[in-house]
């Protein structure tokens, strides 16, 4: 970029990753991160990653172990997927997210190099590849000593010689729908083998099938994996405001994390503190239990609001479905209960030329409704990005195993709606896809006077 470019606003930074979008649902393919990398120079040489990939749990075992990291007194980017309320949010260095000024001067820089490529024949980037290149950018800038980089499944699978120096990988619990990922990494034979010496991976407990391929798949790469020991988990406690457990050799750990899975993700979460303390890493036992007591996460079984009760969760499949029902009926076991629920297609198909609507994606519904307690009625909502769909079309999938459901027009309208019907010992759960689910904090913040119960992280 040159030194005369005028520094793009916010406002303008926020309307160019829109046009990006708007190229991608134009079906206008981008260009990955590589090139805009290899035009900085490739800044994530630099760094030390520890890679959370998997199906559910991601974004809490980022916020223990960034937690942790942090109370060490490590500088500790993050790199957290998706965003609830702005873009800004992916980026974090010890919890905050990147400045408005830098986060405009990132943009502008990547504009820059955008256009070059462009005119030497390339296509716009993707707004995931613009993303990506500025958080390495900016880690790199700012110094950090370890970052926390969240990833699904299907980017690991595919991207591994673009984070380099991975010291852990950490699986959470990974689901069957997710075994053609892991099965088409292990065709991958010898893509990744070089520079992977003294890589360490750490998995939470899953299906049999699923754990037999990610063995594998390691074997393959040579990496030792570990599996989370949930036989060292005891003593667990736990009321609306906290839960308590203790895990190996730390009593009585402390989170506001509310799910009863949480305990697993904590679990997890020290198996990967213990490879990177055996690594030469200084981790104190007060830092554990200070960034174990620090850690929040938005969405995961908030609680909003009381009387009637408001609760948010990213739950979007089965074996989240099934994780829910247990914290639902550990708190509200005899509760009414209305569900507000959102819904995206399977889109890997579509991708592999299969149609997106097809009839394996109608269990969905099944498989969040099946494993959750009887609710009195069922809302849906129309859900955003690749993928979403309309409220119509879930109402349909769900009326296959509910005979009360309602199709709302937006968030607002399914809220009010439940509201509605509600009364002060009802308990109201909206879940699905996490892309929708910061429309209802910001709806329920609204309806209360800017004031929640457990305000999410990030909220400024």
Known sequence: MQQTDKLMTFQEAVEYLEELKAKERNKERGFGADFLCEKSGYPQKELSFIQITGSNG??????????????????????????????????????RPISKKEYCRQITRLR?????????????????????????????????????????????????????????????????????????????????????????????????????LLQKRMEDLNIPLFAADLSKVSGIRRNLKRQIFSCQEYENLTTSLLGTWQVENGALAIAALKQLKEKGFDIPEKAVYKGFAAAAVPCRFQILAKRPYFIVDGTKDGEGAEKLAETLRFYFTGRRLIYIIGMLRDIRREKEGEPACAEENRPLAGSLLGACPPAEQVLTIPTKGEGGLSSYESACMVREYHDRVTAADSVEEAAELAYLLADRDTVIVAFGCLCDMGDFIRYVEKKNGNNIVNAPAGRK
């Not at 109370?71 to 997927?81: K, L, N």
């Not at 969240?150 to 852990?168: G, M, Y």
């Open 112 to 212: 820059e190099m955008c256009r070059d490529l462009e005119r030497e024949g390339k296509s716009a980037p993707t707004v995931y590849a613009l993303e990506r290149a500025m958080a390495f950018q900016y880690f790199k800038e700012q110094g950090c000593q370890i970052v926390v980089w969240e990833t699904s499944l299907n980017e690991w699978a595919e991207d591994d010689k673009r984070i380099p120096n991975v010291l852990v990988y950490v699986f959470t619990c990974t689901g069957l729908e997710h075994k053609g990922i892991l099965e088409k990494g292990l065709r991958k034979e010898g893509k990744d083998k070089e520079d992977i010496q003294d890589r360490i991976a750490v998995a939470a407990k899953s299906r049999p099938e699923v754990m037999e």
């Open 58 to 95: 991601k974004s809490s075992v980022l916020a223990f172990l960034s937690g942790v990291l942090k109370a060490c007194g490590y500088r500790t980017g993050s790199y957290i997927s998706p965003a609830l309320f702005e873009q800004r949010e992916k980026i974090q260095i010890n919890g």
